[in-house]
């Protein structure tokens, strides 16, 4: 007998302002991959959930928060977010106009339409890392999963974003007390370092379980205030 396996099928291939982005099915799965590098996939979402979770509950009890999520992906942080009434204004900063597209007209519309048709959702095209230099707006958290990880960035251009410099950039976003969430695909203690250095408090490291390997992580720290 010849077992048959699951061929990824290519849905759109687009250029984009920071390269090739691609959307594909494979088997019952939407994957998004950057320049050739897997980013994510519909298989879970348990490490986005936890993401925003986690934020909120390491936050003081303040009513209606304001969040800012650092990325689109496939929708599960935005989609988690918006179903939770305890939230307040939601604004997604998103890059790639091909995957807000695929969220607003595409196959990703599945996760995400009715987060999108929520009037506290916003959605940002936007690089983030020059919208967290430039933006006068903060927030009461701020959710990053733009790469797999502090040290694994997606672009070169991201890794500032990590750095003490990047981080106190964050800190001036948020409204003191304000949480910042971090995804990785693994942990770090060096980024804890420096999420210290950048003047954080209550630095700490959630774990996601995951069936093979080393566990996903959200990273959490506190701005002084």
């Known amino acids: 007998m010849t077992a048959s396996y699951d061929i990824p099928v290519v849905i759109d291939r687009r250029e984009g302002p920071y390269g090739e982005v691609v959307l594909r099915r494979h088997g019952a799965l939407l994957q998004i991959i950057a ?9 879970d979402g348990r490490s986005e959930r936890l993401l925003i979770d986690a934020a909120r509950d390491a936050l003081d009890g303040r009513a209606r928060p304001s969040v800012l999520i650092g990325g689109l992906g496939v929708g599960f942080s935005l989609a988690h977010a918006a179903a939770d009434d305890r939230w307040g204004r939601i604004t997604v900063v998103e890059r790639e106009p091909a995957i807000i597209d695929w969220h607003r007209e595409g196959p990703l519309s599945a996760l995400s339409a009715p987060a999108l048709a929520d009037p506290r959702t916003e959605i940002v095209e936007a690089d983030l890392v020059a919208y967290v230099n430039e933006t006068s707006a903060t927030y009461d958290a701020l959710c990053l999963d733009i790469d797999n990880g502090p040290g694994w960035t997606v672009t070169e251009g991201n890794g500032g974003l990590y750095s003490r410099a990047g981080l106190t950039g964050c800190a001036r976003l948020l ?19 420096t999420l210290r250095n950048a003047g954080f408090q209550r630095v700490r490291t959630e774990e996601i379980p995951v069936a093979r390997g080393v566990p996903d992580v959200v990273h959490l720290a506190v701005r002084a205030g």
């Open 175 to 193: 409204r003191p007390g304000g949480v910042l969430a971090v995804w990785s695909a693994q942990p770090s203690p060096e980024f804890e370092g």
């Open 35 to 43: 320049n050739g590098c897997f980013l994510m996939d519909t298989s």
